[in-house]
């Protein structure tokens, strides 16, 4: 009896976090074959129990101490809104994936919206409901089995996992057309969505895969977005992944990549943060095997009251690694830009190559960065460095191009775009590159 009375004690230990999940678990599984609705029900009756003896994070806690997450208890979030067939979504398209894009309206599947075609054999890009019957029974050697799936936000979000964005791409299969992943808010009350995204590049594959958080409605208005992407790289597969979130400037954001790199493969992230109230990204990369490369760029633009935080994880377990990571943050009025990064470098990853660097750039004396590069090595014969700037503006720089005939306002805005560019320019669509280059000039020109 005393067991149970602990038990009924240690029940709903945060009324808020149990209060999400009974929200997010008001969004029925899709309608699947059996077998699977069977393993999604299993996967949210596993976690469910999790979040009930869970608490969301604080500033007390380590991982949280300089993101405040008590504006988000503040708001009181309703059911997922139904689907919105007269979405506009025409200027969101990327030209290049006009016939390879999966589209989510306030986080439910649009058929309508997505347009799949043409695309070689040995590839699915579907929901749950398109997935081959061969793939059924493999998919739960993939689906929320990634590292971290404890996480308190990663729990929530499996715990009423209700369908799956999948990339699945077969053995030597190569995709030349961009995969667009599409997650589209139109919502205009404070509603909470949990994407899911699963990419599955089997051995000597290559795909190229654009993760997208897009603000629909009319106005900037609040809501959250709490999203997972498990991604696993096998043998000599090569992923390139563009994850871009441009949320409504009210809205909340919380996102975890996951990502398992097997003996001989590639990985490659473009992370680009631009919206949000409040945003935050998880990735976390997890090798598997020898001889990994992994390459993580990132770039947060933020401004107003915005809190946009990077927290990234990369365990190296495997000797012959190569890591290199650079992440830009832009802060400008009263902004707060957050950056962690941690490469673990145990002792069996020996020859070990790992690059960090977290370069920032102040445009306000009220803009904050805090910013914690580490490096945790007990290997004793590789090559590692880490390191972080902050700066502002030189007034050299903007100088020398006033002397050359250009106007303090439009030299200050060039330097910024220039420190923006390093990252932007490596994406790997024009469009893409385009479009994020536009915005930064936007930004770039509050005072």
Known sequence: MQLLSNLEELKDKDAYLSELLKQCQAQKIAVLE???????????????????????????DEEWRFTDLS???????????????????????????????????????????????????????????????????????????????????????TSAISDVAIVWVGKNVVVNAPIHLLFVSTSEQPTISQPRCLLVAESGSNVTVIEEYKNAANTDT?????????????????????????????????????????????????????????????????????????????LTAISGNQVGDTHSAIALNYPHGTTNQLHKCIVSEKSHGVFNGKVFVPKPAQLTNAAQLNRNLLLSSRARIDTKPQLEITADNVKCSH?????????????????????????????????????????????????????????????
């Not at 009930?52 to 994070?57: I, Q, V």
């Open 222 to 298: 609040v809501y959250f977005t709490n999203s997972v992407t498990e991604i696993w790289v096998e043998e000599n597969a090569e992923v390139s992944h563009t994850r871009v979130e441009q949320e409504s400037l009210e809205a909340f954001h919380i996102g975890k990549t996951a990502v398992s790199q097997a003996r001989s493969s590639r990985y490659t992230c473009y992370a680009v943060s631009l919206g949000g109230k409040l945003s935050r990204h998880n990735l976390e990369v997890f090798q598997a095997g020898e001889q990994t490369d992994t390459n993580l760029f990132g």
């Open 71 to 157: 504006a988000l208890r503040q708001v009181k979030f309703t059911n997922v809104e139904t689907l919105h067939a007269t979405a506009n979504i025409e200027s969101l398209i990327l030209p290049e994936a006009a016939n390879s894009r999966l589209v989510f309206v306030n986080g439910v599947y649009a058929p309508q919206f997505s347009a799949i075609a043409n695309l070689p054999d040995g590839i699915t890009v579907s929901n749950l409901a398109g997935l081959p019957i061969t793939h059924r029974s493999r998919i739960k050697n993939y689906l929320a089995q990634q590292q971290g799936a404890t996480e308190v936000f990663t729990a929530l979000n």
């Open 387 to 447: 390191g972080a700037t902050v700066s502002q503006l030189e007034d050299d720089a903007i100088f020398y191009l006033q002397s050359r005939g250009i106007n303090a306002s439009d030299a200050r805005n060039l330097l910024v775009n220039a420190f923006a560019a390093e990252i932007i320019n490596q994406l790997p669509l024009s469009s893409l590159r385009e479009s994020l280059t536009n915005a930064v000039k936007s930004f770039s020109t509050i005072k």
């Open 34 to 60: 059996p077998e699977l609705i069977l393993l999604l029900q299993e996967l949210r009756d596993r976690t469910s129990s999790l979040i009930h003896l869970a608490t969301l994070p604080t500033t007390r």
